[in-house]
């Protein structure tokens, strides 16, 4: 990977967040994706990428960005320089970088840009390269088979959808 920070715009976040902005702003937070808020600003960083916050205790806060987003402070943008990359490969990646950092950073010693970039992490190969295609085929099986788990409980539970309504 190609590790910087992100660009960010230097507003106050009620300049950037907009109730009706489409455009995802990614923050130091470890849930919902690390998604602060949408804006209507235009994206200022590409998708297809990871995002993960430098003054974290490791790899928690990183994320997979499917779509061009906006960046905030403190968050280093994971350009792959691999072929090919996607949310299959970056799902494997990411877990791997979490299990690798558990338990090795502290607000002391946070898992900034240069531990990022000496961090190790186990990956499946075949003939002594990364093998991808197993990667993603793996993690695409592994993510129908849990949808399959979430319409099989809906059908026992007779509930029609996992949709929630306005009501709900």
Do not use: W
């Amino acid at each position: 990977f190609e590790i910087n920070p992100t660009k960010y715009y230097r507003l106050k976040n009620e300049e950037i967040i907009s109730v009706n902005g489409n455009i995802p702003l990614i923050s130091n937070s470890s849930t919902e994706n690390g998604v602060m808020g949408f804006s209507n600003l235009e994206a200022n960083n590409i998708g297809n990428t990871i995002t993960c916050s430098d003054t974290t205790l490791g790899a928690e806060t990183m994320f997979y960005q499917e779509n061009d987003f906006i960046g905030y402070s403190h968050i280093q943008h994971l350009v792959p320089k691999i072929k090919p990359f996607n949310k299959f490969i970056a799902s494997a990646i990411i877990s791997a970088s979490r299990v690798s950092t558990s338990n090795q950073y502290d607000y002391g010693n946070k898992f900034n840009r240069v531990a990022m970039n000496k961090t190790k992490i186990q990956l499946p190969t075949k003939s002594g390269k990364i093998d991808f295609e197993f990667i993603e085929n793996f993690i695409y099986k592994l993510q129908k088979e849990r949808l399959k788990n979430v319409d099989s409980y809906l059908a026992a539970s007779s509930l029609k959808t996992y949709t929630l309504t306005e009501e709900e």
